[in-house]
T-cell receptor, first 113, second 114 residues
Framework: KQEVTQIPAALSVPEGENLVLNCSFT??????LQWFRQDPGKGLTSLLL?????REQTSGRLNASLDKSSGRSTLYIAASQPGDSATYLC????????????FGTGTRLTVIP | ETGVTQSPTHLIKTRGQQVTLRCSSQ?????VSWYQQALGQGPQFIFQ???????GRGNFPPRFSGLQFPNYSSELNVNALELDDSALYLC?????????????FGPGTRLTVT
């Protein structure tokens, strides 16, 4: 069964700093990997989706990389802002059946003004 | 384009009761998945429906059941509620025919079982 781990569990940085969030998964046979943002008590907002054949995806100040062979993905956030404060979740999509998502427990990011 | 909506927003039930949660998919989407997110945890896959048929199920007991309607809206039913069922329930819709199976999530229903 796929297991997804995110490190660190929580991160606090001053505004303007660049930062990296880490995600690892145990089964490299994934369809794709998706990064989400979740504000307290709210639903999930999709940030980036990387297909299994891709190495990285970029959207604005966000860049996500994928290394399937080592079972790792990183989310890079440039020039962090207080509005980036949220929990970031990565999820690996199963290749078979329902293609459902296996989620990590998230990294809770706080950007200090 | 209308996003994914869920109702109710919050719900409080007593152990042993039954509950029905509702989800309206994003326009044009034919697949809906349900997830349970306990406090401090990542979402866990419950099941998925595609064109009104269950298309996959996670490690949840049969007292968790669902329906998908011809308009692709969906329900999650939970019987014999237990205290551990307290969680945020998320639904996500997608269009199976598109590459990536990218899912769009609703705001969730917060269920509290006392």
């Amino acid at each position: 069964k796929q297991e997804v781990t995110q490190i660190p569990a929580a991160l606090s940085v001053p505004e303007g700093e660049n930062l990296v969030l880490n995600c690892s998964f145990t089964d490299s046979a994934i369809y794709n990997l998706q990064w989400f943002r979740q504000d307290p008590g709210k639903g999930l907002t999709s940030l980036l989706l990387i297909q299994s054949s891709q190495r990285e995806q970029t959207s604005g100040r966000l860049n996500a990389s994928l290394d399937k062979s080592s079972g790792r993905s990183t989310l890079y956030i440039a020039a962090s802002q207080p509005g980036d404060s949220a929990t970031y979740l990565c999820a690996a999509r199963d290749q078979t059946g329902a293609n459902n998502l296996f989620f990590g427990t998230g990294t809770r990011l706080t950007v200090i003004p | 384009e209308t996003g994914v909506t869920q109702s109710p927003t919050h719900l409080i039930k007593t152990r042993g009761q039954q509950v029905t949660l509702r989800c309206s998919s994003q326009s044009g989407h034919n697949t809906v998945s349900w997830y349970q997110q306990a406090l401090g945890q990542g979402p866990q896959f419950i099941f998925q429906y595609y064109r009104e048929e269950e298309n996959g199920r996670g490690n949840f007991p049969p007292r968790f059941s669902g329906l998908q309607f011809p308009n692709y809206s969906s329900e999650l039913n939970v019987n014999a509620l237990e205290l551990d069922d307290s969680a945020l329930y998320l639904c996500a819709s997608s269009l199976a025919e598109t590459s990536g199976f990218e899912q769009y999530f609703g705001p969730g229903t917060r269920l509290t079982v006392t």
